[in-house]
């Protein structure tokens, strides 16, 4: 091969002919970029693979069953000639080359009129990366800019479109690697984060100097009041033009008062970006290998909120009804009342010897849990000195995760 450097183009495909030869997995690989470009295909293959007929059952795309012949190429603008012919792949090599189509060729680079860069994208921006002949090198150099961008550790200033609004991070349960590539790549671009204490608060050590952190944790007031500071200081930054990032552990939405701030916010005319989040409903469990659902043991799971014990009058969950349901039970916020909880859901039903798992600061380095029975799990708690933050299990799936090898 020629060491000459090929010619990047990002060509502009929508409504424009291509045609592909073969319907194998090279194929398969390159359609789904070929129809996010918009281009008008049609597949010439006597067999393809199965995700390649549902592309054409579903019509998008048009699929000749037979093989290439003579003129196939003469009206395209660009075709993918990947059978497992070379006699065929020369054959149409040589008719493109004649119509002038650009055209990749998967069995012979040298053969081909264009090569296929790795691409990814990040964020609206296309990244393509071309190496001669190295496919390997060229997508570990994609997936390096990519995960770049993503991340926020490739610094492109430039591309950043949002500023004066605020948005609502998830920020997973606690582990720094259990948030959203969304979610950390605004982290990356904020000027000014409110952090709560739950969530990955490793994240923040990452965070440029410039960058103004305010822990909610720490603002001095009641809980009220406290959300009320929050509010005003996050209507305060995003009028002054900045970036701010609401860090709020696991899903904004779970527990999260996520809608009261949004609320707020849109009623100040704030631009609000919900960004959802790992809950630890669902992640703390799976963590310590329990799963909510399994086949055959538990077909639902409840999250309730544990925070008023249940003969409060304030109480919204409808213990009576948990207490007769056979699936998995998962509390958050539960750990002081536990004891009262587990009475309650027994003198409604649930079996005494219902397995129990309680995970203290799930995901993160001080990660603990303590197994108990529906019985026995307000003493345990006391006795062991459980602290929140915890998630509750409550279901036979308890005792599969107990099984399980982590
Ligand atoms: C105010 S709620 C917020 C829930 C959060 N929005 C979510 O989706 O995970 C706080 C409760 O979530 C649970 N929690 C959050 N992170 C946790 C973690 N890493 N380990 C155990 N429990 C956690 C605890 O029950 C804690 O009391």
């Given at each position: 091969?020629?060491?000459?450097?090929?010619?990047?183009?990002?060509?502009?495909?929508?409504?424009?002919?291509?045609?592909?030869?073969?319907?194998?997995?090279?194929?398969?690989?390159?359609?789904?970029?070929?129809?996010?470009?918009?281009?008008?295909?049609?597949?010439?293959?006597?067999?393809?693979?199965?995700?390649?007929?549902?592309?054409?059952?579903?019509?998008?795309?048009?699929?000749?069953?037979?093989?290439?012949?003579?003129?196939?190429?003469?009206?395209?603008?660009?075709?993918?000639?990947?059978?497992?012919?070379?006699?065929?792949?020369?054959?149409?090599?040589?008719?493109?080359?004649?119509?002038?189509?650009?055209?990749?060729?998967?069995?012979?680079?040298?053969?081909?009129?264009?090569?296929?860069?790795?691409?990814?994208?990040s964020e609206?921006?296309?990244?393509?990366?071309?190496?001669?002949?190295?496919?390997?090198?060229?997508?570990?150099?994609?997936?390096?800019?990519?995960?770049?961008l993503r991340d926020g550790?490739?610094?492109?200033?430039?591309?950043?479109?949002r500023?004066?609004?605020?948005a609502l991070v998830g920020g997973g349960?606690?582990?720094?690697?259990?948030i959203t590539v969304r979610g950390r790549r605004l982290l990356a671009d904020?000027?000014?984060?409110?952090?709560?204490?739950?969530?990955?608060?490793?994240?923040?050590?990452?965070?440029?100097?410039?960058?103004?952190?305010?822990?909610?944790?720490?603002?001095?007031?009641?809980?009220?009041?406290?959300?009320?500071?929050?509010?005003?200081?996050?209507?305060?930054?995003?009028?002054?033009?900045?970036?701010?990032v609401?860090?709020?552990?696991?899903?904004p939405?779970?527990?999260?008062?996520?809608?009261?701030?949004?609320?707020?916010?849109?009623?100040?005319?704030?631009?609000?970006t919900v960004v959802p989040g790992i809950?630890?409903?669902?992640?703390?469990?799976?963590?310590?290998?329990?799963?909510?659902?399994?086949?055959?043991?538990?077909?639902?799971?409840?999250?309730?909120?544990?925070?008023?014990?249940?003969?409060?009058?304030?109480?919204?969950?409808?213990?009576?009804?948990?207490?007769?349901?056979?699936?998995?039970?998962?509390?958050?916020?539960?750990?002081?009342?536990?004891?009262?909880?587990?009475?309650?859901?027994?003198?409604?039903?649930?079996?005494?010897?219902?397995?129990?798992?309680?995970?203290?600061?799930?995901?993160?380095?001080?990660?603990?849990?303590?197994?108990?029975?529906?019985?026995?799990?307000?003493?345990?708690?006391?006795?062991?000195?459980?602290?929140?933050?915890?998630?509750?299990?409550?279901?036979?799936?308890?005792?599969?995760?107990?099984?399980?090898?982590?």
């Amino acid at each position: 091969m020629s060491e000459t450097p090929a010619y990047p183009v990002g060509l502009r495909l929508a409504g424009r002919r291509v045609v592909v030869l073969g319907g194998g997995t090279v194929t398969q690989r390159r359609l789904p970029a070929l129809l996010a470009a918009g281009a008008d295909i049609t597949l010439i293959s006597p067999s393809v693979t199965p995700s390649v007929e549902a592309m054409a059952t579903s019509g998008e795309l048009t699929w000749e069953r037979r093989r290439f012949r003579d003129g196939d190429l003469a009206d395209a603008w660009y075709a993918l000639i990947a059978t497992d012919d070379p006699a065929a792949n020369a054959a149409a090599s040589a008719e493109a080359e004649a119509h002038r189509v650009w055209a990749v060729r998967s069995d012979d680079a040298d053969a081909a009129t264009a090569w296929t860069p790795a691409t990814g994208r990040s964020e609206g921006v296309t990244v393509a990366v071309l190496t001669g002949q190295d496919p390997r090198r060229s997508a570990a150099v994609r997936d390096a800019i990519v995960e770049g961008l993503r991340d926020g550790s490739l610094s492109a200033p430039h591309r950043r479109a949002r500023t004066g609004g605020v948005a609502l991070v998830g920020g997973g349960p606690g582990d720094p690697d259990l948030i959203t590539v969304r979610g950390r790549r605004l982290l990356a671009d904020a000027d000014v984060v409110v952090a709560d204490r739950l969530g990955p608060r490793d994240l923040l050590d990452e965070l440029p100097p410039h960058v103004e952190v305010i822990d909610a944790a720490k603002i001095p007031y009641g809980r009220a009041m406290a959300q009320e500071a929050i509010n005003a200081a996050l209507i305060e930054h995003a009028r002054a033009g900045r970036s701010v990032v609401r860090l709020k552990g696991g899903d904004p939405f779970v527990f999260g008062r996520g809608m009261e701030e949004a609320e707020q916010l849109a009623a100040a005319g704030v631009p609000v970006t919900v960004v959802p989040g790992i809950s630890s409903a669902v992640s703390v469990p799976a963590a310590v290998g329990i799963p909510v659902t399994h086949r055959g043991v538990a077909h639902e799971f409840t999250v309730a909120s544990g925070h008023v014990a249940p003969d409060d009058p304030s109480s919204l969950v409808d213990w009576e009804a948990l207490g007769r349901l056979r699936g998995t039970l998962v509390l958050l916020m539960a750990v002081e009342r536990i004891g009262a909880i587990a009475a309650t859901l027994v003198r409604h039903g649930r079996a005494p010897d219902t397995p129990v798992a309680v995970v203290q600061e799930g995901t993160t380095a001080a990660e603990r849990r303590v197994d108990a029975t529906l019985e026995t799990v307000g003493e345990t708690v006391a006795e062991q000195g459980v602290r929140p933050p915890a998630v509750i299990v409550i279901g036979d799936v308890v005792a599969l995760g107990s099984r399980t090898p982590r």
